[in-house]
């Protein structure tokens, strides 16, 4: 038995074109009706059911009536559609990380680092110093009025960099407001979410008069720091008086009462009361002015006359420093004259390192020529020194 088949009839090349036609859309082929002719060498003893035409030759036939050539094709745009989908929420994605980062930036992380801090440590002091009145319950009310003075740490911040916009772009290019990261619109929005935020945290709370009064006053000097007709900032000497009154006194006077009333006892200038308070006050003094001498450039350009744009970094450096000493010095001594209120052999040597640690640093700057990145980094070392001086407060 002998079987013939034409080679010549089974070639791609000569089928495809009786098979498919070119569509104009997308260049896709379309298959037509098989138009095939019957193969008529088969034997007569071949079986008629494997020389049947409608299962000899079906090349290129796929599912919906494409082509195995348009498959990759139709592969790689839909992977293409899937690429999109996910390009498009990594984008969404990124875009809500960058706001997040940038409402981080905005509110100054190491400002609010201290304002975490010191509250915290003020609150264990008080603990500390009585004990017997601790309750778990305590502790709910204590966090809520932890983010109310957040959020007045976050408004001061942000009214002041919404303020400050055209000289952060000469001094801190790189701050939220500056770089195009947050508009002004996102910028008073956040600000105005956060005060209303801890106003209503205290009414929750049902604070005291005393303590409302406390925390508005606060907002007041926050917002006559940095916005006209009064704008203290442009003042060298009402930026020494008001900051230290914010930081300083409001601040912990507002946190020491508020937790001795929630605690049932009456607010008193105990010793240690009057040594955190003088001496926050005099750091922040130090903190306001020297937080300047990165500055400089920005401030003279718009007329702000800080001390260092006045004098020059190095005698502002010089004396400030100074002030930071006595500061640490008088600690020293307190501790030693009175020890049945505090611990002279933890206040003496912490105090007598964080001095050695201010001279060496203040030496460095001096070196570098009070660039700015140097000045920058100086300002935040008295940062971390005043977190380290309310980390031991509630065991001095």
């Known amino acids: 038995m002998e079987l013939s088949i034409s080679y010549s009839s089974l070639r791609p090349s000569a089928v495809l074109p009786q098979r498919c036609k070119s569509s104009s859309h997308?260049?896709?082929?379309?298959?037509?009706k098989?138009?095939?002719?019957?193969?008529?060498?088969?034997?007569?003893?071949?079986?008629?059911?494997?020389?049947?035409?409608?299962?000899?030759?079906?090349?290129?036939?796929g599912l919906y009536g494409e082509s195995k050539q348009d498959r990759p094709r139709n592969i790689i745009r839909a992977c293409g559609r899937d690429e999109h989908d996910d390009s498009a929420s990594s984008t969404g994605l990124t875009k809500v990380l960058r706001f997040g980062s940038a409402c981080y930036k905005f509110v100054r992380p190491y400002a609010m680092l201290h304002t975490l801090i010191s509250t915290i440590c003020l609150f264990a002091r008080v603990l500390v110093e009585n004990p017997q009145l601790f309750t778990?319950?305590?502790?709910?009310?204590?966090f809520l009025g932890l983010i109310a003075v957040l959020l007045l740490n976050a408004y001061y911040c942000g009214h002041n960099g919404i303020y400050d916009a055209d000289i952060d772009r000469v001094n801190k290019p790189d701050l939220p407001i500056s770089s195009g990261d947050l508009s002004l619109k996102q910028a008073w929005f956040l600000v105005i979410f956060a005060v209303l935020s801890g106003l209503l945290i205290l009414r929750l709370m049902n604070a005291d008069l005393i303590t409302t009064s406390l925390y508005c006053f606060w907002i007041l000097l926050a917002t006559s720091y940095s916005a006209p007709p009064f704008r203290f900032k442009q003042s060298s000497v009402a930026t020494s008086i008001v900051i230290p009154l914010m930081g300083g006194i409001v601040h912990l006077v507002g946190v020491l009462y508020a937790t001795r009333a929630s605690l049932g006892l009456s607010f008193q200038w105990s010793p240690s009361t009057i040594f955190i308070t003088t001496f926050a006050t005099l750091f922040f003094l130090v903190i306001c002015n020297i937080k300047d001498l990165a500055d400089v450039e920005g401030d003279i350009k718009y007329n702000i006359r800080t001390f260092p744009a006045i004098y020059g970094p190095r005698k502002v450096t010089i004396f400030f420093t100074g002030i930071l000493l006595l500061d640490y010095i008088g600690s020293m001594l307190v501790a030693i004259c009175m020890p049945q209120a505090f611990k002279p052999y933890i206040m003496a040597p912490a105090h007598a390192i964080f001095s050695l640690?201010?001279?060496?640093?203040?030496?460095?700057?001096?070196?570098?020529?009070?660039s700015k990145e140097a000045s920058t980094n100086f300002f935040q070392l008295l940062w971390k020194l005043f977190a380290l001086e309310f980390l031991l407060f509630p065991f001095m």
Do not use: G, V
């Open 357 to 370: 640690w201010i001279l060496i640093e203040a030496k460095k700057l001096d070196k570098t020529n009070y």
């Open 26 to 32: 997308n260049n896709r082929m379309i298959c037509i």
């Open 34 to 61: 098989p138009i095939t002719k019957n193969i008529n060498n088969c034997s007569s003893n071949f079986p008629s059911k494997l020389c049947s035409t409608n299962r000899l030759i079906q090349p290129l036939a």
């Open 136 to 142: 778990w319950s305590l502790l709910l009310k204590a």
